[in-house]
């Protein structure tokens, strides 16, 4: 992906995935940047998947929303799951 393009999909889902855990608890945004210590413009961005969240800050994020870092994942393939191997799976059954 080259710059200009918009966010990447993946921290788009990851940021939809901040954003629905943190209405869930009834968290504002100014109230889950002010336990991080960033600002709640920096949250809206992660959000919008404007900005990468990094490591660390995952990790931090989820343990103030109780939630495994894996969660913010949740409902993207795995990209160690071969396509080939989805496409097995549904015809198993």
Known sequence: ?????GPNPIDVHVGLRVRLRRKALGYSQE???EALDLTFQQIQKYERGANRISASTLFRIAWVLEV???YF???LD???TP???AYAAAYDN
């Open 83 to 85: 396509p080939e191997a």
């Open 1 to 5: 992906m080259t710059r200009g393009e």
């Open 73 to 75: 994942f949740d409902g």
């Open 31 to 33: 109230r889950l940047a």
């Open 68 to 70: 495994p870092v894996g």
């Open 78 to 80: 795995d990209p160690a």
